[in-house]
């Protein structure tokens, strides 16, 4: 009888005397080589990208220097019309948030001056409540408690400036004083300037006598000298 194995078949058998082993897949042996042929390629065109942007930054041309621009200096008989106006922030959005609360709430009166001006110079009185609303506080007069309002109205499809002066009072109310177009929309009013243009406010009319003078189409005045 022969004596059989206990070990299962195809293990370890023998041909020729040596041990066969699994043969190994040849893509498990290409693998590592083919990963290190594309990591020298990805070396190799980073290499050259970053050349290239190199020769492009030395070819581009230098930026000038950006130059400070310079206010402009204020003029010394502007700084003396300036003199008791406020025209810091705080200032500015404190007189528009009591100004847009007065006209939201109806505790305004539109003067008589600035009724003149509407008829004389062809805005109306929601043009006047509309600046009001949308326009922007330039300065504040602390003496005099008023305020300069600047927008604009439409008057047959052109857009013109409107310039309306406030005087708040302590009880909440305010009086528009006056509104008119201003020959210059963005010149800040002085305040003996604005005292010359409310000097009709006091409601009074004053009569002015014009002596007689020589007539239409005269040469002179006078007669005529033999």
């Known amino acids: 009888m022969t004596k059989q194995s206990s070990k299962p078949l195809g293990i370890n058998s023998r041909r020729g005397g040596r041990h066969e082993r699994p043969a190994a897949p040849q893509a498990q042996k290409q693998t590592p080589l083919l990963s290190g042929v594309q990591t020298g390629t990805d070396l190799l065109a980073l290499r050259a990208q970053l050349a290239r942007a190199e020769k492009a930054s030395r070819r581009a041309p230098t930026p000038l220097p950006a130059r400070a621009v310079r206010a402009a200096p204020v003029k010394a008989q502007r ?10 922030d705080f200032s500015l959005s404190r007189a528009h948030t009591r100004l847009r609360d007065a006209v939201y709430d109806a505790r305004y009166h539109l003067c008589p001056h600035a009724i003149g001006h ?14 009001l609303l949308c326009g922007r506080v330039r300065a504040v007069y602390p003496e005099d408690r008023r305020w300069l309002v600047c927008g604009s109205f439409e008057a047959c499809g052109i857009a013109l400036p409107l310039h309306v002066v406030v005087q708040d009072h302590r009880d909440g109310h305010l009086d528009i004083v006056t509104a008119f177009v201003p020959r ?3 010149h800040i009013i002085s305040r003996a300037r604005l005292a010359v243009m409310l ?4 409601e009074q009319i004053r009569v002015r006598t ?7 189409g005269a040469r ?3 007669r005529w000298k033999r």
């Open 79 to 88: 700084e003396a019309e300036l003199v008791g106006i406020a025209t810091d």
């Open 118 to 131: 509407a008829r004389a110079e062809g805005f109306l009185e929601h043009d006047i409540i509309n600046v």
């Open 220 to 222: 002179g005045r006078g």
């Open 210 to 216: 014009s002596t007689p003078g020589a007539k239409a």
């Open 199 to 202: 000097r009709y406010d006091d």
């Open 184 to 186: 210059h929309p963005h």
